[in-house]
């Protein structure tokens, strides 16, 4: 029983290797459907949803909520054996709708949209359905309710995953202080990604607010496209060096862990 359970480790590991290997893209946006049949579900079981907003980022891009996660699941894919669906770049934007660029998709039009893409993702093959969310506030919540009614719904395995505060730990470690929406951390990554998608010139501290502790008060629009964690903390700093160290780490962290789940899901036997 022994020799039999490793040889079958042997094996799913071979394919694994073999798909790594020889698949064309990551990209299901790229992909033909003739390879995406001969790869899924038998070689590649999990896939890596980015989705975000367009909304305000300081002197990053609008679009930094998208751009972020999408870098990220390109980055993290072949870890993983993972294929990369298309980026949902609208979202539910929230206090930040009225800024020039912002989009702002209600719950009612992104809560059914969202359940029918992940429904799809689990009709394609796919077990390990991995969303990498780039907007957080409302969208969040509606997220993780829908990935958890799909998962019992369809028996697949849903994670939903917020990488700038799952990465917090990595933000103090590369910066020594916190960040913030648009502010130190978002800005390094995306500098990391296209430093064309930085406008330096355009800052100004002015421009960053932060964020009001419960129950002390509440502006709609929020008075700044920065948002602070920490009083006097979280500010761009537009270093090059740091940025490609706090990339490379974050994803690091990011990958590591949905490996952990998928191995923990895998062990019990869900």
Request: negative net charge; aromatic residues 10%; contains cysteine.
């Amino acid at each position: 029983m022994k020799y039999l359970v490793l040889t079958c480790i042997l094996i799913f590991t071979l394919l694994q290797i073999n798909a790594q290997q020889k698949i064309s893209t990551r990209e299901m946006n790229r992909i033909n459907w003739m390879e995406f049949a001969e790869y899924v579900p038998g070689n590649i079981n999990s896939v890596l949803l980015p989705t975000g907003t367009l909304e305000p980022h300081g002197v990053i891009n609008n679009g930094a909520d998208n751009t972020a996660p999408e870098a990220m699941a390109l980055a993290i894919a072949d870890d993983l054996n993972a294929l990369i669906a298309p980026t949902l770049n609208y979202g539910i934007t929230g206090s930040m709708a009225a800024f020039p660029g912002a989009f702002q998709i209600t719950e009612e039009a992104y809560r059914p949209f969202i359940k029918d893409i992940l429904r799809g993702l689990a009709k394609n093959g796919f077990k390990n359905i991995i969303i990498l969310n780039g907007h957080g506030g409302g969208q969040t919540k509606v997220l993780q309710e829908v990935a958890a009614e799909v998962a019992t719904e369809l028996g697949v395995r849903t994670l939903v995953l917020n990488w700038w505060s799952f990465a917090s730990d990595v933000t103090l470690e590369v910066f020594k202080e916190d960040g913030g929406h648009a502010g130190l951390n978002e800005t390094a990554y995306i500098q990391a990604i296209d430093p064309t998608l930085v406008h330096k010139e355009k800052y100004s501290a002015d421009m960053a607010t932060a964020y009001p502790a419960t129950g002390t008060w509440s502006a709609s629009p929020f008075p700044s496209s920065i948002g602070l964690y920490k009083e006097g903390q979280g500010y761009p700093n537009f270093d090059q060096a740091q940025a490609h160290e706090y990339f490379k780490k974050v994803n690091a962290k990011v990958s590591a862990f949905i490996q952990e789940i998928i191995k923990k899901w895998d062990l019990a036997g869900l």
